[in-house]
Structure formats: structure tokens, C-alpha cells
């Protein structure tokens, strides 16, 4: 283990112990109610067609990478099983911060974004046919994740477990969870699924917000999204098509 790697683990355990007092720890829920607890995102709801229809415009003009192409650090759930299929993603935003390719291929769905508060990582996330993800559980308890299906196969769609809860994508409908609880994808379908994904930092009191906004958006950005956002400049470069 690098020492980038002991600090970063650090980080979130110390923001975990933090967070835990008001998340409601053990008994936390799964899923979260999308309009009362973020309403804003409403508007990306509202605006569907445009969404999909820039993420068909990022793939008439672009290569999308492997997940862990992106960050090295998810290899285990993106490459390390069924490395014959890709989970792939496409970045939009990072920690305030956008990718140029985003801008120029996705214009109207950067906007967007711009007024969704609080919105800390924002990605494109596409499963080919039959990729499915091993269980695991996100790090950082400083965020929740949203989830808008935007293409789903018909025919055995795609489902993810969430601790002991299941839910099955469908197009156009989101959901809002807590992915610090196990999870895993199920996936035997035959097309390929698209899903608009969105981190938001949690809605927390006062002080421990201004406390998760320092740890997500100055300390992790030092020591880890930093290194992430060059990587995928590097890769926008290499795999845009004309």
C-alpha cells in the first residue's frame, strides 16, 4: 500500500466516524426519496431527451474507457472479473471541475449540472451486454448516489442489489441510494446498459457539511481527483474521433 493510498484511507475514515453520527449509522437507510431530498434534480429528469441524446453524441465521437482505465483503484470491480467485457464510463464532472470533452460533446447536460448543488462526481456509466459488477461498497459515507436510467434493455434488464433490496432499471426513472451498503449488478441482458449516474455530497447540519465539503472538494482532490481528472485529459485526447 503507497502512501497516497494510507492517506486517502485515512481521510475517509476520519470523515466516516464524522458522518456516522448523523446518517443515521447502522440503521441508515437504502434508498432515499429523489425529490424531497434533492430537488433539483428534478430538472435532469426534465430534461431526459437531451441527456440521452448527448451521451449518443459522446459515442459517435468518442471511445469510451474501462472504469479502470479512469482510476486504477476500481480495478477489482471493473477489470479484474469478466475482463472480456467492459464497464465503461464517461466523465462530466469531478470535484467543480469539468472535463473539456464534456463540455464540447455534452453542452446542455454541463449546463445542467451547473445548477445542481452540491453535485460532487457526475459520469456516464455503461455496462456492454452481459458485464455484470461484483459486490462491494462504496468508501465515503460523505455522499449519496443518484441514478437515471437512460438505456435499458427490454429483455432481462439489468438489476443491482443493495444490501438485502433490489431494484431493476427502467428508462427514465431514478432512484437515490446510500452505496456504502453492499452492492452488486446483475447483468444477463444482451444490449447495453446507460445510466446517468450522480454523487451528491449528503445533506448534513452545519458544521459537518462544511466539514465533508473540505474533505471531498480540497483533501481527496489533493491526494486522489487530482491525479484522476489527468487521466481522463490524457484519454479524452487519445480516443476522440472525428
Not at 447502522?26 to 432515499?32: A, E, G, I, Q, S
Not at 466523465?91 to 447536460?109: F, H, V
Request: hydrophobic share 35%; charged share 30%.
Amino acid at each position: 500500500m503507497n502512501y497516497r493510498t494510507i492517506v486517502i484511507n485515512y481521510i475517509m475514515k476520519f470523515g466516516n466516524r464524522i458522518i456516522k453520527q448523523y446518517d443515521g449509522g447502522d440503521n441508515r437507510p437504502v434508498f432515499l426519496d429523489v425529490k424531497s431530498t434533492f430537488p433539483k434534480l428534478d430538472e435532469i429528469e426534465q430534461n431526459f431527451d437531451e441527456i440521452r441524446s448527448e451521451y449518443e453524441n459522446v459515442v459517435k465521437h468518442f471511445e469510451i474507457p474501462a472504469y479502470h482505465e479512469v482510476d486504477k483503484r476500481v480495478y477489482a470491480i471493473s477489470g479484474r472479473i469478466e475482463q472480456n467485457l467492459k464497464w465503461k464510463v464517461f466523465l462530466l464532472k469531478y470535484s467543480g471541475e469539468t472535463p473539456d470533452l464534456a463540455e464540447e460533446l455534452c453542452p446542455k447536460t454541463c449546463n445542467l449540472l451547473e445548477g445542481i448543488p452540491d453535485a460532487y462526481k457526475v459520469f456516464f456509466s455503461v455496462l456492454e451486454p452481459g458485464k455484470s459488477i461484483p459486490a462491494h461498497h462504496g468508501p465515503y459515507r460523505g455522499y449519496l448516489r443518484y441514478h437515471l436510467g437512460l438505456k435499458v434493455p427490454e429483455v432481462l434488464p439489468p438489476s443491482i442489489r443493495i444490501k438485502d433490496e433490489t431494484y431493476t432499471w427502467k428508462e427514465r426513472e431514478s432512484i437515490l441510494f446510500d452505496d456504502t451498503w453492499d452492492h452488486e449488478v446483475i447483468n444477463k441482458s444482451s444490449g447495453e446498459r446507460v445510466v446517468l449516474i450522480i454523487d451528491l455530497l449528503r445533506p448534513l447540519p452545519f458544521l459537518p457539511r462544511q466539514l465533508n465539503r473540505f474533505i471531498a472538494n480540497v483533501l481527496l482532490k489533493k491526494v486522489r481527483i487530482t491525479k484522476v481528472l489527468k487521466q481522463v485529459t490524457n484519454l479524452n485526447k487519445l480516443r476522440k474521433v472525428s
